[in-house]
């Protein structure tokens, strides 16, 4: 028997039957102290009894050797029951292994006994137990009493039971132990049908059946390596779901997006090449190949001596030349210069509208040609729209445009507006080329600034186009080569964690499809190791906490964590296998337990002793973290306190009360970030104030700074260069705005946007810009060509609504509370304010004669203003348009301005003579020339409601002002591109996916030379760029 702790260091010069030897003696001792301290855990202690040794650290440095020895006790599993661990489990506990026990009926002598296998994993506790022993055992009076044979002792814990013993239970207190249990030689009865004897294990076969259709196992979704064929160091992975509906032309076309080529076939990359033309081949012929070359017009591979190098980067949706400089061009190409345009009161350029109310065809606009021969007024078309048939009256004439063809256009991604920081989750870093890297939406952005550049080209954006759904979490790699980043699950696309790198934007490895269920919360790299290993948290109910080895795609452990909220998981600093979590009411240390050299999976267990908080320091959420140059773990928490731990001898992290007593309720709000600066400064953000601390010299306070208001709270601080050392930083904020600048100085905007719901974009008539409005309260307005903020308005109310005269003077804002608020446009100074009604303002529309502004309203209203004064007094129609049963979506006047169409929650579409203030019949306006086309019904919205998969609806239209295409949104994110009009069934069209949620805002500026779209729940203001499909370039209409 050992007589010391220090033993254990013996065990590491034997190994095999010697070593499990020592390993059980360990056991003992261990077992012994440990009841004599009658130390109990809320969670059963993990201990050996199955005399294995624990996994061996792994040794590849010399830290993990000098940790203090394995103390049973201090260690222990999740609480959770759950089949993450249970699976590969290794260690069990003296508690928690089985005890197979006999229970006899007290006083009859003939009954059998029942074997039950006590287990506090099945039985929590003792009357667990007697409930089921009720079940099975019947007494005068229920079991209620427990004794042990043949002493008579009272049972009255599920610990107490002994292996192999016997048992007497009772419903009274007085045993009877005289009988002789267990020793009837009456035999059971047997009342089960006779068979015609065992079979043999060579004869199974015989007896199995065969599979049937219905068991054939459908095929499951793979993941494939596309490489391109002119540069095959370029390459990117996509997920590939067999279910989907779009065909395999969609599957290429969708490929080519991402990768900025237009690919025509694909072949495999093993020789002899063989061309892959169908979905069934992905998934049968060739499922045991995961590399293929993407072919452009060559068609076909090419030899390694044709291959191009290097490789430029992919998935950027723009290149390294600035907008502004191809806007310059743009402008030159129509006799224009970019210079001359003042960003606050830019010169009116032509219109596509302008003397259409003269008929008169301009700017590439064109009448249709021919017309229909048999012309009958009766003649519609149904549609069937939500369960509902929709009747649609077809023009008299027929557009040659109409003819379910793919448009030769697309929409390539230019420029994210705004900044979205999830609350206690790294949302902010700076690449190692300097560049800001952040997330929005399902697309990861690098934004240079242009002070940076030194030159004249202005800022630059690229993005990373590799996921499918909204990126929920993000980091960075310790070498800064790579960046690893999860989604959230979706209908089609699984939730899981991509690895690629951030200067060629190609990704090298999808981790998880299959494995995480709802989505990421946390990604962390390891420290030590250089990278070398990844911890991932995901959404699920139990949080569970699962290390890999990404470079081989290898889960090395998993465990669950807790149910409560889990805000971040990360590797401590300087020891790859110590691991923290924390979120709601915890902060978790786990050491993880792996024999790299085994092969076999490894073990995480929580460390119970540490990141054990004070009565009078247990904060609700703990909120962010940092490491000192010491060791310390810095934690931030929902009080708005700071607390230091340290570890002592034992390696236990305890907080330092001497120290964490002077930063206790530092902040009078969360500590949302805390980041440690170069020169060893922590700076703790919370509220709206920035605070640094020196934690040389125990954490003294040096200084603080306040951000403006408007800007919202600290949620992101990262130096700008290397580690800070000049005290320059870039700081994220709640109200979707990153600022840069240091403490000593003031902190500038350098990126600004909504931080709630985007309900509306119009473009400005003859400007290069659009505004913009939220929920936030403010209203916006863009530059497209600079991406600049030209003007910010507060409103009083949230807004949901825009519209913008023809003219670009004035803008009118509808609210919430049921008014609408007039802006000059070129300043977004306040006019006038007019109140409508009582529901929320949906839409606005101004008439192409500037004459009338209509107003869709929530309870199914609309009404119509008069305008006078050039845009000053406002007069309502007292006559107001009733018969929408649901609230109004979206409204367009007609070119002459005498009729108005409108679209309800419902998908019902009206038309309204604006002279007599009174329905319209449809087929009188069945060729009437609408100014705009945003109403979601219509016979030439018929296509896209055909290609809308099952669940989904069409929620924003957008008609180009040239009438080539028609950009469409729906509630799942996806953005399609058809041609104007598509009344064929199931159009063939461009789409991409850009958003989880539903798309609530699509709009062409004047000149059709970009398009911006915006979602609702996630505040995300998107920029594309109209480009030409044969070359990529920008429409230049």
Known sequence: MFKGRSEYTRLK???????????????????????????????????????????????????????????????????MNSDVNDKTAVHRTTDRRGKRVSFFRNGDKDFKGVNVCINPKQFLNFEALLVYLNDRIETSSGVRYVFSLPDGKEIKSVTAFQQGRSYIVSSVKKPALDIPYGQSRENFWNNKKPSAGRVRKEELELFKRSDSPKSIPKNK??????????????????????????????????????????IHALYTEKQPHRKVESFSQLFNEFKSQDNFIACGPELVPLKPENVKRPAPSSNSGSDSISVASRMKKFHRANEGDLDEINEYEMERSPSPHENILNGVPVNGYQEPVSFRNNYDTGDCVKLNIRGKVREYFPPSITYPDDDGQRPDKKLKLEWIYGFHAREGCKSLVVFRTGELLYYVAAVAVFYRRNDERGDEKGDTQRHYLGHTEDISCLTLHPTENWVASGQVAGKENPAH???????????????????????????????QSKGGFMCVVDMCDKHVLSIWDWEKERMIAKTTTTTKAVNCCCFYKYDDTLLITYGADHLFFWRLFWDPVSGQDGKLYRDKLSGVFEDDTQPAMVTSHAFSCTGDVITGDSNGSILVWTKNSEYVFKTNKEVSAGMKACHMKPVDVLCMMGDNTLLSGGGTFIKSWDSINNYRKISKREIPDIAGNVRAIVPQRGHGADGQIYVGTSKSCILAGSLPNKFRFIIQGHCKEIWAVAAVPGESSFITTAHDQFVFKWSSATHRVLWRSHMEKPSSALAVDCRGLFVAVGSVAGRFFVLNAKNGMHIITVQVGKTQINTLKYSPDNAMLAVGCDDGHIHVFYVHDEGQIYRKNNIILRGHSKFVTNLDWSTDSRYLQSTDGDFELFYWNIQRMEREDPRTLRDCNWQTYTCCAGHPLMGPWTSCDAGENV????????????????????????????????????????????????????????????????????????VDTFSGQLNNT
């Open 13 to 79: 010069r034997y190994t095999g039957n010697e070593r499990r030897f020592f390993a059980a003696s360990l056991v003992e001792w261990a077992d012994d102290n440990v009841h004599e301290k009658e130390e109990k855990s809320e969670i059963p202690v993990y201990s050996d009894d199955e005399y294995e040794v624990y996994p061996a650290q792994r040794p590849h440095t010399d830290t993990y050797r000098d940790y203090p020895p394995f103390v049973m006790g201090r260690y222990e599993q999740s609480k």
């Open 221 to 262: 979704p793979r993941v494939i390596t596309v490489i391109n064929n002119e540069y095959r160091d370029r390459r990117e992975k996509f997920y590939i779901n067999p279910n989907t509906r779009h065909n395999f032309e969609d599957l290429l076309l969708t490929m080519g997006d991402m990768t900025n080529i237009d």
């Open 497 to 527: 964690v991509r690895i690629w790198d951030g200067e060629k934007l190609t990704t090298y490895h999808v981790i998880g499809i299959g494995f995480f269920s709802q989505g990421i919360a946390s990604i962390g790299f390891s420290e």
């Open 955 to 1026: 929620s924003v239209v957008a008609r180009s002002n040239y009438r080539e295409i028609l950009v469409t949104g729906d509630n799942t994110g996806r953005i399609k591109v058809f041609k104007y009009p598509a009344s064929t069934t199931m159009p063939a069209c461009r789409w991409t996916k850009l958003y989880s949620s539903t798309v609530t805002a699509l709009e062409f500026l004047y000149d059709d030379s970009f398009a911006v779209s915006a979602a609702g729940k996630s505040p995300v203001l998107a920029q594309w760029s109209v």
